[in-house]
């Protein structure tokens, strides 16, 4: 949190301000003070890492600054009001400008220096010119560690003077962020007119965001609108664990606040272990922007290829040259008013003028005469699956000669056959790597992907949570051979039992596994995947184990105990469009649902109705089916 603007509240003290008539005794000692604080240069530095939340590496550190420990000035709201009644706040800041930057220098911290610059400070038309290069130059600091970052205490009209402002602190090899986006007087527009390298979003919009839906929305917009401006996004004030990771996931790359570290004067170079594990353990989590759909939404335009286009009744001579000019051109797409017509290849076309007279014959004809008219055309919004079928149903032909990619229907460009199959693969490498060892299904993360897909596309689905009751003592007592086996079986009956069109089914890990349903009879398979297991589950038991219903085992103390047979709880949550906004809260809600579910004695199924996350209450509707374990 930027605590030399966001702590000050700047409109509250300009207000009290403007409503004083005279400095009374206490103002007059309060404004000596500062003069014998901006004098003696009595102010001390702080710092407050900011990280990559991908990663947990420091990216660099806020300077923060405080006045004397003693003193009615120490916190710097009150420093900056005082200076700003008495006309002080440039002199001030060059002062704390100073000081951030020598500690900064002494400390020797690594990564970038965000030093806190209002404008009207960066506009000083007395400040020296070059004042602050020649500062950090004497310090020892190159100006590309160095981001001025801009706070604002009053509205900024004069973009136009602000703009060659930041351009001359670019020159000099300074980058500029924004302060406490979504707060302020115009901070939208000076992101779109001075195009920084880096926006911290205020702290109000990151606070409570896990369970703020709205707030999500606007932090999920900045990232949107960030991605396309090439800048990085800084979310302050982070001060939860479920805040920091549902950011992250957000895709937002930076950020800062006293959950990751507090501001010290002699801060951290690395990360507490408790943060690091908390980021280490989830570091695949990506955005969903990025990463969270980017196996289910992988899409045709990712293929897309800018090539040359002809139309209809350019002459085949023509195109020659074309191909003769750029050796490497194998296809040129024939397209007339926009609309894709068909494909030439160099080796169709130099083939046959290669061959006597034909060059003569048909030199001078249109090219659609040599076009291929069957060419595979396909949506920029086709996915890599759908995309996948229908180059297996294609000839060899189509697959060497590529496809053309259309939006609504006109003619966006080209995509290889080798590009489809370099990114198949990656998805491939990159399932496998998430992939559960044992069963080969999807694992922690492509399942907190697959859920966020569902969630960005506004689908209505069934999350359940399923888990195997009775498993460890099971597994000791026969071995983790057959514990293997009966996770493998059960993997199988979830796969068997759900529409692989419609369904789908992860690995947690152990024996806990997700099964996300779409389809219509969803309680239906849920009843069967119960019914089927009941069946298999007898046939890893003893004759004399499945009569009596269980088997004898010893517990951690060596003491013989009835262990019943192994049984399946399914705990079932009903995800709306807008009731849930994270991978975060479903994981919660079905959590809690399967601990319901196993509570109930033997197989059992719980579903939770409740339209969105929130304590178990009365609109809570509950279905069990409780099974025999004996089969007759």
Not at 183 to 204: A, C, N, Q, T
Not at 455 to 476: E, Q, R, V
Not at 518 to 547: G, H, K, P, V
Request: hydrophobic share 35%; net charge negative.
């Amino acid at each position: 949190m930027n605590q030399i603007s966001t702590e000050r509240s700047v409109a509250a003290f300009k207000s009290a301000c403007a409503h004083s008539h005279r400095s009374t005794g206490t103002e007059q000692i309060l404004l000596e003070r500062l003069h014998e604080i901006i004098d003696s240069q009595l102010l001390s530095a702080l710092f407050q890492p900011i990280i990559q939340l991908q990663s947990g590496e420091i990216i660099g550190y806020e300077g923060l600054i405080r006045g004397p420990s003693d003193s009615p000035l120490h916190s710097p709201l009150n420093l900056f009001k005082v200076a700003w009644a008495n006309n002080l706040t440039v002199k001030l800041e060059h002062l704390c400008r100073q000081v951030v930057m020598k500690k900064f220098a002494e400390l020797d911290l690594p990564g970038k220096l965000f030093l806190n610059v209002s404008p009207e400070c960066l506009l000083d038309r007395d400040a020296k010119y070059g004042q602050t290069l020649d500062m950090i130059q004497q310090i020892g600091i190159h100006p590309e560690r160095v981001i001025i970052e801009l706070t604002e205490n009053q509205p900024t009209y004069d973009y136009q003077l602000l703009g060659q402002a930041v351009t001359h602190y670019r020159q000099m090899g300074f980058q500029i962020a924004i302060d406490d986006l979504g707060e302020g007087f115009s901070s939208l527009r000076l992101w779109s007119e001075l195009r920084p390298e880096y926006v911290k979003i205020d702290m109000h919009f990151i606070q409570g965001i896990d369970n703020d839906p709205i707030k999500m929305q606007f932090v999920k917009s900045i990232q949107e609108i960030a991605e396309k401006s090439g800048t990085k996004v800084i979310a302050e004030g982070i001060e939860t664990q479920a805040e920091m990771l549902l950011v992250r996931s957000l895709g937002v790359a930076h950020g800062q606040g006293y959950h990751i570290a507090r501001p010290h004067a002699q801060p951290a170079i690395v990360l507490s272990a408790e943060v690091e594990n908390i980021l280490g353990n989830n570091s695949a989590q990506l955005s969903s922007k990025n990463c969270s759909q980017r196996q289910y939404t992988v899409t045709a335009i990712k293929l897309l290829q800018q090539l040359p286009t002809v139309a209809p009744n350019m002459l085949n001579n023509q195109v020659y040259e074309m191909f003769l000019a750029k050796p490497a051109l194998q296809i040129i797409p024939v397209v007339e008013d926009g609309k894709p017509l068909g494909l030439i290849t160099r080796e169709n076309l130099i083939e046959r003028f290669s061959k006597l007279y034909q060059r003569e014959l048909y030199g001078k004809k249109p090219c659609s005469g040599f076009m291929d008219r069957n060419p595979l055309i396909v949506d920029r919004d086709t996915s890599l699956q759908e995309l996948s079928n229908i180059i297996v149903k294609a000839d060899r032909q189509q697959f060497t000669n590529g496809f053309i990619i259309t939006e609504n229907g006109r003619y966006l460009g080209m995509g290889t056959g080798q590009d489809f199959v370099r990114e198949i693969t990656q998805l491939q490498i990159n399932a496998a790597r998430y992939a559960n060892p044992l069963t080969l299904l999807p694992g922690n993360v492509p399942i907190n992907e697959r859920i966020e897909h569902l969630l960005n596309s506004g689908s209505h689905f069934y999350a359940c949570y399923c888990d195997l009751d009775h498993f460890k003592p099971f597994n000791d007592a026969y071995g983790y051979q057959r514990g293997d086996d009966v996770i493998q079986s059960t993997s199988q009956i979830l796969i068997d039992k759900v529409d692989p069109e419609l369904d789908w089914v992860g690995h947690i890990g152990g024996d806990d596994f997700i099964v996300l349903l779409q389809s219509d009879n969803w309680q239906a398979r849920c009843d069967a995947i119960l019914q089927q297991f009941t069946c298999m589950i007898q046939s890893y038991y003893s004759i004399e184990d499945r009569q009596r219903g269980g088997y004898l085992s010893e517990d951690r103390q060596g003491v013989k105990v009835f262990c019943p047979l192994i049984s399946l709880s399914i705990g079932i949550v009903k995800v709306e469009p807008g009731k849930f906004y994270s991978h975060h809260q479903i994981s919660t809600a079905i959590a809690e649902a399967k601990k319901q579910a196993k509570k109930i004695s033997g197989n059992s199924i719980f579903i939770d109705r409740r339209l969105g996350p929130g304590p178990m209450s009365a609109s809570l509707s509950r279905s069990t089916t409780t099974l025999p374990t004996e089969v007759h």
